[in-house]
C-alpha cells in the first residue's frame, strides 16, 4: 500500500497541471496576435504578384519583355489561317492589248488557247483568250496554289473515307485511317492528276470540300480571274470553268511557287508509303516531258468528256520561258509543240 504523503503529493502535482496548460494556450494566443498582420501582408502580396513572374532574386531567368531593342515574338501561322496567294506583290496580269507575235494555222484547233510569256505575261499569241469553258483537272492547279499556302510539306494529312470515295482518276492506293506526308500527295495530285489526292488535301486544309472550294473561288476573286469559277478540288465537275487568260494568270503564280515548279518538272518519282512494300511510285502525264519535248517543265493536263483534252505546258530555253493554254484540244502534244515553237522562234 502506498505511503498517504506520496499519494498526496500526486494530487497536487494533478491540480497544479491545468494552470500551466491556460498559460501556454494565452502565450500562443499572443504570438499569433503578433504574427497575424505579417500573414496578412505577405498573402496580399502573393495576391498581386503575376505568377509565372519570378520573384527578386531568383535564379530562374525571368521571360524576355517586348522592347523596341527586342520585339515581342509572334505567334507561329498556322497552316489553315487564310494566306494570300501573292503577298506584297502586284497580281500577276496577263494583259490582253497588244498584237500577236506569230500567226500559225491549225487545222482541227482547240476551241481556247494562248501563248504567253511566263516572266512577263507578255500575249505571243491568242485564240478565243477570254472564252469561259470546262477546265477538268487543270482546276488542280488552284488545288495546289491553295495548299501551298497554307500548309507545310511535311505535315501529315490523314487519309478520310471522303478522299477514298473519288472518281476518275487517282493515286489509288491511298491507306483508309493512316497518315501521308502532305507533299507526296501534292505530287499525287499534280503528276496523277489524284482526284483523291485533291479531296484528302481539301479536308487537311479546310475541314471538307464545300469550305475548301469557298477558298479557292475567294482567291479567284482577289486575283481578279472573272471567267473563273470552282465547283470542286478535282475538277471532275463541269462546273469548274475558266479561260485562257485566267489560266495563263495561274500558271505565272504556279511557276513562281517552288513547291509546284519542282514537281511539275519531274517525270517520274517514288516515295516512302505506308503500304506494303513501303515505296509509291508516280509517274506524271504531261505530254511534253514525256515525248522529251526540249526544255519542257511543266505544268499540267486535264480531260474529262465534257471539257475535252485540255493542257497548260510550260517550257524554257535561251533563258526565256514560255506557256501556252490548250481547251479542249484534238491533240494537246501537236498542237503544244507546234505553238511554243512558233514562240520560241519568233516571240
Same mark, same amino acid.
Given at each position: 500500500?502506498?505511503?498517504?504523503?506520496?499519494?498526496?503529493?500526486r $494530487?497536487r !502535482?494533478?491540480?497544479?497541471?491545468?494552470?500551466? &496548460?491556460? +498559460?501556454?494556450r494565452?502565450?500562443? #494566443?499572443?504570438?499569433?496576435?503578433?504574427?497575424?498582420?505579417?500573414?496578412?501582408?505577405?498573402?496580399?502580396?502573393?495576391?498581386?504578384?503575376?505568377? %509565372?513572374?519570378?520573384?527578386?532574386?531568383?535564379?530562374?531567368?525571368?521571360?524576355?519583355?517586348?522592347?523596341a531593342?527586342?520585339?515581342?515574338?509572334?505567334?507561329p501561322?498556322?497552316? &489553315?489561317?487564310?494566306?494570300?496567294?501573292?503577298? %506584297?506583290?502586284?497580281?500577276?496580269?496577263?494583259?490582253?492589248? *497588244? @498584237?500577236?507575235?506569230?500567226?500559225?494555222?491549225?487545222r482541227?484547233?482547240?476551241r481556247?488557247?494562248?501563248? #504567253?510569256?511566263?516572266?512577263?505575261?507578255? @500575249?505571243?499569241?491568242?485564240?478565243?483568250?477570254?472564252?469561259?469553258l470546262?477546265?477538268?483537272?487543270?482546276?488542280?492547279?488552284?488545288?495546289?496554289? @491553295?495548299?501551298?499556302? +497554307?500548309?507545310?510539306p511535311?505535315?501529315p @494529312?490523314?487519309?478520310?473515307?471522303?478522299?477514298?470515295?473519288?472518281?476518275?482518276?487517282?493515286?489509288?492506293?491511298?491507306?483508309?485511317g493512316?497518315?501521308? +506526308?502532305?507533299?507526296?500527295?501534292?505530287?499525287?495530285?499534280?503528276?496523277?492528276?489524284?482526284?483523291?489526292?485533291?479531296?484528302?488535301?481539301?479536308?487537311?486544309?479546310?475541314?471538307?470540300?464545300?469550305?475548301?472550294?469557298?477558298?479557292?473561288?475567294?482567291?479567284? !476573286?482577289?486575283?481578279?480571274? !472573272?471567267?473563273?469559277?470552282?465547283?470542286?478540288?478535282?475538277?471532275?465537275?463541269?462546273?469548274?470553268?475558266?479561260c485562257?487568260?485566267?489560266?495563263?494568270?495561274?500558271?505565272?503564280?504556279?511557276?513562281?511557287?517552288?513547291?509546284?515548279?519542282?514537281?511539275? $518538272? !519531274?517525270?517520274?518519282?517514288? #516515295?516512302?508509303?505506308?503500304?506494303?512494300?513501303g515505296?509509291?511510285?508516280?509517274?506524271?502525264?504531261?505530254?511534253?516531258?514525256?515525248?522529251?519535248?526540249?526544255?519542257?517543265?511543266?505544268l499540267?493536263?486535264?480531260?474529262?468528256?465534257?471539257?475535252?483534252?485540255?493542257?497548260? *505546258?510550260?517550257?524554257?530555253?535561251?533563258?526565256?520561258?514560255?506557256g501556252?493554254?490548250?481547251?479542249?484540244?484534238?491533240?494537246?502534244?501537236?498542237?503544244?509543240?507546234?505553238?511554243?515553237?512558233?514562240?520560241?522562234?519568233?516571240?
Open positions: 500500500m502506498s505511503s498517504p504523503i506520496k499519494g498526496g503529493t $494530487r !502535482r494533478d491540480i497544479r497541471r491545468p494552470g500551466r &496548460r491556460r +498559460r501556454a494565452r502565450i500562443v #494566443f499572443a504570438v499569433a496576435l503578433l504574427l497575424a498582420p505579417l500573414v496578412v501582408a505577405a498573402s496580399a502580396y502573393l495576391a498581386l504578384t503575376p505568377r %509565372d513572374s519570378p520573384a527578386r532574386g531568383s535564379e530562374r531567368e525571368p521571360f524576355p519583355l517586348a522592347s531593342a527586342q520585339p515581342a515574338q509572334k505567334t501561322r498556322l497552316s &489553315r489561317e487564310p494566306s494570300p496567294l501573292v503577298r %506584297d506583290q502586284p497580281v500577276p496580269e496577263v494583259p490582253m492589248s *497588244g @498584237v500577236d507575235s506569230f500567226h500559225i494555222r491549225m482541227k484547233p482547240p481556247a488557247a494562248l501563248v #504567253f510569256d511566263v516572266s512577263s505575261g507578255e @500575249v505571243l499569241w491568242r485564240w478565243r483568250p477570254l472564252t469561259a470546262p477546265i477538268a483537272s487543270l482546276t488542280k492547279i488552284m488545288t495546289a496554289l @491553295v495548299v501551298t499556302s +497554307r500548309a507545310k511535311s505535315e @494529312v490523314r487519309i478520310t473515307r471522303a478522299a477514298l470515295a473519288y472518281q476518275g482518276s487517282g493515286v489509288g492506293i491511298l491507306p483508309k493512316k497518315r501521308v +506526308r502532305l507533299e507526296t500527295l501534292l505530287n499525287g495530285l499534280m503528276l496523277v492528276s489524284g482526284n483523291d489526292a485533291a479531296i484528302a488535301l481539301a479536308d487537311h486544309v479546310s475541314g471538307n470540300e464545300r469550305r475548301f472550294v469557298g477558298l479557292m473561288n475567294q482567291e479567284a !476573286r482577289r486575283l481578279g480571274l !472573272r471567267c473563273t469559277r470552282y465547283a470542286d478540288s478535282h475538277g471532275l465537275s463541269a462546273g469548274n470553268r475558266s485562257a487568260r485566267d489560266l495563263a494568270v495561274l500558271t505565272r503564280l504556279a511557276m513562281a511557287n517552288r513547291r509546284i515548279a519542282r514537281i511539275a $518538272r !519531274r517525270r517520274q518519282v517514288s #516515295f516512302r508509303f505506308p503500304i506494303k512494300g515505296h509509291i511510285f508516280l509517274s506524271g502525264h504531261n505530254p511534253l516531258i514525256r515525248a522529251g519535248y526540249r526544255g519542257a517543265v511543266g499540267k493536263t486535264g480531260y474529262t468528256e465534257k471539257a475535252g483534252r485540255c493542257f497548260v *505546258g510550260v517550257a524554257r530555253r535561251n533563258g526565256r520561258t514560255l501556252v493554254v490548250l481547251l479542249n484540244s484534238p491533240n494537246p502534244l501537236k498542237h503544244s509543240a507546234a505553238l511554243l515553237n512558233e514562240g520560241f522562234a519568233k516571240g
